[in-house]
């Protein structure tokens, strides 16, 4: 199998490109033999380098040994070819195999930072009354399990501390309640359980205690997202493979078509940057197909990741391509090994038509050589090796492919991206706090506002940091809400409600109203990406109390979620304010 590469270059510039370079057999530049493809990882090109196209090509018509040795030797490198054949005939002889995958991780943790302030540890309490698989991220182990009991699952962490934030404590974590918040306490001090500050009416002269806003509201935040966020995904998705963002997110892809089985069918894999849709980039899976030598397939697989990309926080792959009217597969690996169970999923392809094809992980199938193996581990989203494209006269258990036919084909393949399943709802809620926008806003009363907006500056900053980190969340690519509640109090839940947003009302709310309303909101579409305040209906005034004997009905907190609107977080006004300056 030779394997070139064709480049041509709009400027004699330089292309920078991440990654080591392939054996000089595999993949050349035409320009004095240049490398350029990554052996082991994927690299993103920058679109604007260079035009036209890249191709690597898989050998010539006939069964060729020496196309079959080489086609062993990009995916496994320097191979023994007699251990590689001796394997073939005994899987075929009695079909035996390792079980090469592990069982797929299915619980949905949620993670409640700060669960052992005031709204957290409710929101660890209705979670767990409801059966909710809940991990608790606390810094003092001791008063995490004197609060919340000695069987709640804990990472004990500092969010402040980037280094306690190890990825292996987040495992299993799909969404996040961040109730986390600096301390603020009265000067003059205050009971063990913070009393004072916690009955959330009137407020004692306050200051900051232990670490500053700025570490925990902002670099503590942004250390929490990068913890979570492959774990809890991005709202459109993660990209796999093409085109994103002006980039191209390449891969080493190899040809692996029945030439190993002694067929004679070949296949090419093409990056062409000006050929795909509206003009720009898309790979080309192309090639003849035969079935001559009792062959019949071609397909093109990446080699193994260097690290396996854990796509467990979505619900499946999703394709951009132009259609044929031919039928493909599309082949998931989660094992190392060179021959084994793929995890499959056909797809039929509409003619001339670019479209998106969805594949969601739960319709793979485990497959080994046209075979569905019923006794293979669950497929494991959270540790995909390899990918593989496959055109082939064979479905499955005898089955053959009622689109299939000799000769050439072409499938332009423009990304491949992992995707989660509309409706989608917040996977990160924030507890944030009414007034964050008012320090710097022009012409507010401050006589009027609560105390934090008034002493801004002498809390070191806290409603500027706060609003820094609600950024850090709008601009993570997670979805999100963000609740503000005024001034927090002990007070039951049950009071009238109401949700505004701008950052403009002042009032009061139960924490464990807020706590609810969180929980409502991970389950609530129309949650999604929105930033609002929440107070009750009952004044400062007025103690808000609760019969035992006659409690208020459970509210239904979509008829609030639906009426938030897009886009509004109160910022507006500062930058209105910045546009008339």
Known sequence: ?????????????????????????????????????????????????????????????????????????FFNGAPSPLKFVASVFEKLSNGSMEEPVSVMETSGIILVAGATGGVGRRVVDVLRKRGLPVKALVRNEEKA???????????????????????????????????????????????????????????????IKGDSPELVEYVGMKNLISAVKDGVGLEKGKLIFGVGDNTFKDLPWGALDDVVMGGVSESNFVVDLTGGE??????????????????????????????????????GLELRLKGDGLRYKLIVRTSQDWDTVGYTASFDTSPGQWQSV???????????????????????????????????????????????????????????????????????????????TRPERPGLDLSKQPPAVRLNKELDFILTYKLKGEDLIR????????????????????????????????????????????????????????????????????????????????????????????GITGKEALEQSTVSV
């Not at 052996?39 to 196309?67: C, E, I, M, P």
């Not at 009955?199 to 004692?204: K, L, S, Y």
């Not at 899976?285 to 035969?290: A, M, N, P, T």
């Open 145 to 207: 399990r004197k609060m919340l009991g000695p069987d709640i699952d804990l990472i004990v962490a500092d969010i402040t501390k980037e280094k306690t934030l190890v990825p292996e404590k987040f495992k299993g974590v799909r969404k996040v309640i961040n109730a986390v918040s600096v301390i603020v306490g009265p000067k003059e001090g205050d009971t063990p359980e913070r009393q004072k500050y916690n009955q959330g009416v009137r407020f004692f002269e306050p200051e």
């Open 278 to 315: 509206n003009g720009g980039p898309t790979g080309i899976f192309k090639g003849i197909v035969s079935t001559t030598n009792n062959g019949g397939f071609t397909s093109v697989r990446t080699k193994n990741f260097p690290k396996a990309e854990n796509l467990s926080a979505y619900d």
């Open 358 to 436: 969805r594949l969601p992980f739960s319709s793979l199938r485990p497959v080994f050589r046209a075979r569905t193996m019923t006794d293979a581990p669950p497929f494991n989203s959270g540790s995909i090796i390899s990918l593989q494209l496959m055109h082939s006269k064979f479905e499955y258990d005898g089955k053959l492919n009622p689109t299939f036919k000799e000769g050439p084909f072409e499938l332009p393949l423009s990304s491949i991206r992992a995707y989660i399943q509309e409706p989608i709802t917040p996977r990160f809620v924030h507890v944030g706090s009414a007034g964050v």
């Open 475 to 566: 601009n993570s690519g997670i979805p999100y809400a963000i609740v503000r509640p005024c001034a927090l109090t002990e007070e039951p839940a049950g009071a009238d409600l109401i949700f505004d947003q701008g950052d403009n009302i002042t009032g009061k709310v139960s924490r464990d109203e807020v706590a609810r309303i969180c929980i409502a909101a991970l389950e609530s579409p129309y949650a999604l990406n929105k930033t609002f305040e929440v107070k009750s209906t009952v004044p400062f005034s007025e103690p808000f109390t609760v019969d035992p004997e006659n409690p208020p009905p459970e509210k239904d907190y979509n008829d609030y979620f639906k009426n938030l609107k897009d």
């Open 1 to 73: 199998m030779e394997v070139s590469c064709s480049l041509k270059l709009s400027s004699p510039s330089i292309i920078n490109l991440q990654g080591s370079s392939l054996p000089k057999a595999f993949l050349q530049l035409d320009d004095r033999s240049k490398r350029l493809r990554d052996q082991q990882g994927s690299h993103f090109v920058n679109l604007r380098s260079y035009r036209k196209r890249v191709t690597a090509k898989s050998g010539t018509q006939g069964w060729d040994f020496g196309r079959f040795i080489k086609t062993l030797y």
